[in-house]
């Protein structure tokens, strides 16, 4: 993300906020975990891989993505390549909340019963604030740019907060500088 905390433009334009040595360290993170979660919004925008591309790590996270709108259809998606196995998790296989969405602690829940016990998650604003809401975010590992997008920019989080008491607070457990940019470890308090 940018220093003011941005992810991807309003256009949805996000490639490439950080450094081509962050992307090659998110790789190894990949790599450490047994599954990438995301939303559909990210897979229809992006049509990311989701995947570790380098290959001397030896490693195939399983692809989750949280559909709730039944709107990942196009099996020409790059989440649908033979480089991993893809679970979609949609209201056809998944608990559904009162207000459509899929119950993300439910669906946390399923992985675990599958033997996933770690999962990144790779997501938007919308996915990441809904699981942080849900409190199901145990840690942030999160890349900061030094480059500045601006108000019009999506923020990191969707958390309509409105007043100072709302805040979450981190607790930074490490900081490293990946070329000019800067990896934050951080658990929520």
């Known amino acids: 993300m940018s220093r003011d905390g941005r992810v991807a433009m ?27 979660l995301t939303g559909s919004g990210t897979i229809l925008n992006d049509n990311p ?13 399983l ?3 949280i559909d709730s709108g039944n709107s990942i259809t196009d099996k020409s ?5 033979s480089d991993s196995e893809t679970l979609i998790l949609n209201p056809t296989n998944s608990k559904i909340l ?5 119950d993300l602690k439910s669906a946390l829940i399923k992985l675990g019963e599958m033997g996933i016990n770690n999962v990144l998650l790779e997501s938007g604003s919308g996915l ?15 890349y900061t740019a030094p480059v500045i997008l601006g108000s019009d920019a999506q923020a990191m989080m969707e958390l309509p907060f409105k007043k100072m008491s709302e805040k979450i607070s981190l ?5 490293t500088q990946v070329a000019n940019d800067l990896k934050i470890r951080a658990k929520p308090l």
């Open 10 to 36: 309003r256009s949805g334009e996000s490639k490439w906020i950080t450094s081509e040595a962050s992307r090659a360290d998110v790789q190894i993170l990949r790599s450490q975990n047994q599954a990438i």
């Open 49 to 61: 891989m989701l995947t570790v591309r380098n290959k001397k790590l030896q490693s195939k996270p």
């Open 63 to 65: 692809r989750v993505i």
């Open 77 to 81: 998606l790059n989440i649908f390549s």
């Open 98 to 102: 009162k207000n459509g969405k899929i």
């Open 128 to 142: 990441n604030g809904a699981m942080m809401e849900s409190s199901l975010i145990d840690e942030f590992i999160i």
């Open 171 to 175: 607790n930074i457990l490490e900081l």
